[in-house]
């Protein structure tokens, strides 16, 4: 089983920063994927970030030029930074890993975290 905790959410003013973080723990053999996602009032849950192991980092498009994924491998943990917030950045925010579990499973399962609200005012 693999833990995901969040941290970093809050309220903040039109303009602001802030940064998230989701720390992994339990049985992770090979971490596949690390990302973010968002989910405002009666949407769906969409892509902010995701940052492959052997690939290329992807932004959903309203938030390239502002928002920067990164990882710490040696502490299983992903960080968003997010600048320049805007009041339809309001969401609960969910880090998402996508692992093995064992050496050798067929199978990656992914994880979500229990979601951490971000709310900007104007």
């Known amino acids: 089983q693999v833990q995901l905790v969040e941290s970093g959410g809050g309220l903040v003013q039109a303009g602001g920063s802030l940064r998230l973080s989701c720390a992994a723990s339990?049985?992770?053999?090979?971490?596949?994927?690390m990302g973010w996602y968002r989910q405002a009032p009666g949407k769906q849950r969409d892509l902010v970030a995701i940052?492959?192991?052997?690939?290329?980092?992807n932004y959903a498009d309203s938030v390239k030029g502002r928002f920067t994924i990164s990882r710490d491998n040696a502490k299983n943990t992903v960080y968003l930074q997010m600048n320049s917030l805007k009041p339809e950045d309001t969401a609960v925010y969910y880090c998402k890993f996508v692992v093995f579990t064992t050496p050798g499973a067929p199978l990656a399962y992914a994880y979500w975290g229990p979601g951490t609200q971000v709310t900007v005012s104007s």
């Open positions: 940052i492959p192991s052997g690939g290329s980092i």
């Open positions: 339990g049985s992770i053999s090979r971490i596949v994927a």
